[in-house]
């Protein structure tokens, strides 16, 4: 599975200055403050049936978008895999360019599927709603559809390649 923390905010309304200073500097230190997305934690399959650990999890944090791509590419390691995320991925986009009511701060994106079998199927959940906030001013969560179109991009580049 990996998980992708979406959105250049990490912290509700109600967080204290100093919650709010953490989640600040920990946005500014890793890739939601510069694209809207950030590794929490992978566990990429290798060729030996073994696991590599990648992400804030494990304290091997992507710094940057090359190192972001690279996780993702290496975790959606086949053609199938990554056009179904390219199609999930749309799906939520388009729910997030549609809706106006929520904003989603420290939500994350959960893609899973069991790399036991010769052709598995992708899934992609949308985790940890403890900072969900209604919307009254009719805008979009720009921060969410910041790392949803740097996410749909990046895998529209690496499937164009792959063609």
């Known amino acids: 599975n990996a998980e992708y923390m979406g959105g250049v905010r990490s912290y509700g309304d109600d967080a204290s200055p100093e919650k709010r200073e953490i989640q600040i500097q920990k946005s500014m230190n890793s890739t939601s403050y510069s694209i809207g997305v950030r590794l929490t934690g992978a566990r990429i399959p290798k060729d030996d049936g073994s696991f590599e650990e990648v992400g804030l999890k494990f304290k091997k944090e992507a710094r940057n978008e090359e190192e972001l791509?690279?996780?993702i590419y290496r975790f959606l390691k086949t053609p199938k895999l990554l056009q179904s995320a390219?199609?999930?991925l749309n799906e939520i986009y388009e729910w997030f360019t549609q809706q106006k009511e929520f904003v989603f701060y420290g939500s994350s994106l959960l893609l899973l599927y069991d790399s036991s079998i010769e052709?598995?199927?992708?899934?992609?959940l949308m985790i940890d709603f403890a900072h969900v906030h209604s919307l009254s001013d009719?805008?979009?969560d720009e921060g969410y559809i910041k790392g949803l179109d740097w996410l749909i991009n990046a895998l529209n580049?690496?499937?164009?390649?792959q063609h």
Not at 119 to 124: C, E, K, S
Not at 157 to 161: D, P, R, T, V, W
């Open 119 to 124: 052709q598995p199927d992708l899934r992609i």
């Open 86 to 88: 390219l199609l999930q």
């Open 157 to 161: 580049s690496k499937s164009n390649e």
């Open 69 to 71: 791509k690279d996780a």
């Open 138 to 140: 009719g805008t979009l």
